[in-house]
Structures are given as structure tokens and as C-alpha cells.
């Protein structure tokens, strides 16, 4: 794939290329892949901003599809050298149920996959995640874990269940047969908390510590260590991993590789306050304000609440079982797995992440809704 003949010879596919990752993903081929000659864009809902894209030296095709389709898969996939699934129905709150999960997550994978072994695409990239591994529902810590860490990974949550699935048929493809028996090549990678430009969660914070007149209020302890990636770091390493995969498939072939930079280790809330911060916020309270046995009666509560009005309305707070369990268990990620295997070393520095993550926060400020 590498020779110079190859120029601009290269049709790869972006799914979910118009979520928070697929867009850095899309934007991040445009700058740092040569040889692309084609990229196509994979989504439910496309995004108006495709069409700056257009006017570029690549060709960019727009495909509004449906992973869930296998026809709509198999079409967009037909004649891609290459295929970056980042598609997924990442919902820790219950928006969605757990069939459509499982349908989006575990099914459209399978079809991504069927479709690169009918059309002869030998090489496919899957965004998966940390939570493949944990928090478990035991709330066991991971500190500073890598790749080969034992680790009990028990899930009960549709989320980490459909990707640990997906994961696992990703890893079980590598080696199959495409069409002109050529060796499907894949490889899995597992992004901790991901943040940066365009991070919804990160948005919500935002707007609500503005309607509480510029105050948030801690809700988990501060020694609880996060693991968190920059959105731009994330593309890039999916970049190289599309790249690479080629020239090192019997290495990199069937492998999982964390997605890490160098991000400080903090609490989920101190770690968004490095954004938020600067941009006016403050998080009140050195220690959590309501008692660990309150947080977790309010969200049984808003468990129970969601299930009772389910037939009525969605209520879907960012607060219930499992989000509580997940912000209070720590999860942070040491390795250089990528580093040896691929050659990846963060493109953003972390002050380069944390300067244009906190010039976005401040970029909304115009346009609060
Ligand atoms: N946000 C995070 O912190 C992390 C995300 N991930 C994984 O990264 C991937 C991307 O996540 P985000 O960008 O955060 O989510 P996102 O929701 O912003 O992006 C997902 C994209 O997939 C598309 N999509 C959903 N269902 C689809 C379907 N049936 N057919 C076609 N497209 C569909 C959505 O329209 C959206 O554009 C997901 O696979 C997720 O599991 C992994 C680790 C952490
Ligand atoms: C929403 C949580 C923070 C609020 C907690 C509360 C209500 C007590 O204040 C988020 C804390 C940790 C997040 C998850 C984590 O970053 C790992 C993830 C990986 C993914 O693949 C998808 C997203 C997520 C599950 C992420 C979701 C939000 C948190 C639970």
C-alpha cells in the first residue's frame, strides 16, 4: 500500500463519520494521508460541514446509511481499500434500549465486517472502547493498567456489553478469507474518556454550571483517577493504525491497543474543570457534597423513574447506577503498546489539547441555546 505508484490510490470508509471521533477521524485523513484518493463518509445523519470538505483535492462521498442495513454496508464498503468503524450508539443513560444497542453496536460491526470480507477490503479499523474492559460492576480500580493487566471484565450494562461483543468479533475476523483470498487484517482500538472539540458531555457541564450562575458542585471524590484521551490524539492513532496495518499485519493483525497521550490522571470532574476553569467556571466543595449513600439512593431513583415514565416521556438524567459507579471507580491506562507496535506518539501535546478543547468551551459562550 505504501509505494509511491499507490499515490492518492487509496477509498477509505469512515462509519459514523459525522460523530465527535468520526469528524477528527475524517479531518485528521484530509490532512495527514497522502495516498487517499477517495473517503467516504458513513452516517445516519450527515453533517453540514461535509460539504467544505468537498472542494478539497480528495473525493469526499457523503453516504447517509444505516450500519444495521447489511445492503447499505456492503454498498458503501464495495471498492474501500480501507475501513475505520467508528459507528456506535454510545449510551450510558438509557436513551436507547438495549436491543437497539446491541443492534447498532454488535450487528452493524458484524455487517461491517461481512461486507469487507464480500468486497475484498482487507484492512478494517474498530473503534472500541475502554469500558470492553471496565469499570466491572464490581467497581474493582484499574491504575495505571496496559493491555495485558488482569482484570475481572464482568458486565451487566447494554453499552459495555454490545462493544465487548463487537470488540470480539472484530478480534475473531482477523485472518478470514476476503474475496481474492487475501487475509482480513484487524485490530481493535480502545479509547479511555474521550474529550476535546465537539465533546457533548462536556457541552452539558458547561451549559448547566452557567444556568447554576457559574458554579458546579463536586459530586465525586478527587481521588478518583480518570483515564482521558484527546479527541485529536484518538483520530490520529486511528490514522496510523490505518496506515500501518499493511506493512505490520502479522503483528498488529488481531491486536487491541489502548488510546492514550499524555492527559494528566485526575477525577472526571477536576479534569473537566481544566476546560471549564479558564472559561469561568468553579467546582464548589473539596470533597463530594451529598454522601456517597445519597448519590447512590438518587440514582436508583432516577432509575426507577426513567422505567415508571418510560411510557409516558424520556427521562434520562446524567445521573443513575451505572454512571455513578463509573465516575467513582478509578480507570487510568499506562502504556506504550502503540508506541512499540505502530510507532504512535500523541501528535497534541497535552497543553495543545487543553488550549484548543478550553478555545472551544469559550467558542460556545456566543452560542449558548
Ligand atoms: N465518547 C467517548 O468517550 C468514547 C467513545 N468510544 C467509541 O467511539 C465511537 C464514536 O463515539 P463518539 O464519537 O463519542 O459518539 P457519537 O455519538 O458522537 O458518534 C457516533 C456516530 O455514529 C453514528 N451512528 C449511530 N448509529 C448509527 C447507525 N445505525 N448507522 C450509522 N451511523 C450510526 C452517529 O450518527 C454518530 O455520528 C463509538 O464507537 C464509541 O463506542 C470509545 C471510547 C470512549
Ligand atoms: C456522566 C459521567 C459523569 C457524571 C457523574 C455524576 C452524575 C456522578 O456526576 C461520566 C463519568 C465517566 C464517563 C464515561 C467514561 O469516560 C468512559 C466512557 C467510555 C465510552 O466508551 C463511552 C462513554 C463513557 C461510558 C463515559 C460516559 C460518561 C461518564 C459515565
Not at 119 to 132: D, I, K, N, P, R
Amino acid at each position: 500500500m505504501a509505494d509511491s505508484a499507490q499515490a492518492q490510490k487509496l477509498v477509505y470508509l469512515v462509519t459514523g463519520g459525522c460523530g465527535f471521533l468520526g469528524e477528527h477521524v475524517v479531518r485528521m485523513l484530509l490532512q495527514q494521508e497522502p495516498r487517499l484518493r477517495e473517503l467516504r463518509i458513513f452516517d445516519l445523519h450527515l453533517g453540514p460541514w461535509l460539504e467544505e470538505l468537498k472542494t478539497g483535492p480528495v473525493q469526499v462521498t457523503a453516504i447517509q446509511g444505516d450500519v444495521t442495513q447489511a445492503h447499505e454496508v456492503a454498498a458503501a464498503v464495495a471498492g474501500a481499500h480501507v475501513v475505520i468503524h467508528t459507528a456506535g450508539l454510545v449510551d450510558v443513560f438509557g436513551r436507547a434500549s438495549p436491543e437497539t444497542i446491541h443492534e447498532v453496536n454488535v450487528q452493524g460491526t458484524q455487517n461491517v465486517i461481512e461486507a469487507c470480507v464480500q468486497a475484498g477490503t482487507q484492512f478494517l479499523v474498530y473503534t472500541s472502547s475502554m469500558e470492553v474492559v471496565g469499570p466491572n460492576i464490581k467497581g474493582h480500580p484499574f491504575y495505571r493498567g496496559n493491555e495485558d493487566t488482569p482484570y475481572e471484565a464482568i458486565h451487566r450494562h447494554p453499552y459495555p456489553c454490545s462493544k465487548a461483543l463487537a470488540e470480539r468479533l472484530v478480534l475473531e475476523a482477523n485472518g478470514r478469507k476476503v474475496r481474492g483470498g487475501l487475509p482480513l487484517v484487524t485490530c481493535a482500538l480502545r479509547p479511555t474518556g474521550i474529550y476535546g472539540e465537539g465533546h457533548q458531555i462536556m457541552r452539558d457541564f458547561y451549559h448547566q454550571g452557567l444556568r447554576l450562575g457559574g458554579r458546579l458542585f463536586r459530586a465525586v471524590p478527587a481521588s478518583v483517577e480518570h483515564g482521558r484521551v484527546y479527541v485529536g490524539n484518538v483520530a490520529w492513532m486511528h490514522v496510523l493504525v490505518a496506515r500501518e496495518l499493511e506493512q505490520r499485519a502479522a503483528l498488529m493483525g488481531g491486536q487491541v491497543y489502548f488510546c492514550y497521550d499524555k492527559s494528566p490522571y485526575k477525577s472526571y470532574e477536576d479534569f473537566n474543570m481544566e476546560f471549564l476553569g479558564p472559561c469561568g467556571l468553579r467546582l464548589v466543595g473539596t470533597r463530594p457534597l451529598l454522601p456517597y449513600w445519597l448519590l447512590v439512593f438518587l440514582a436508583a431513583l432516577n432509575a426507577l423513574l426513567q422505567w415508571l415514565l418510560r411510557p409516558l416521556l424520556l427521562y434520562a438524567p446524567l445521573l443513575n447506577p451505572y454512571t455513578l459507579a463509573v465516575a467513582n471507580t478509578t480507570f487510568t491506562v499506562s502504556t506504550n503498546k502503540a508506541q512499540r507496535h505502530f510507532g504512535y506518539e500523541p501528535l497534541f501535546s497535552w497543553e495543545d489539547s487543553r488550549t484548543r478543547t478550553i478555545r472551544w468551551v469559550q467558542a460556545m459562550e456566543g452560542s449558548v441555546q
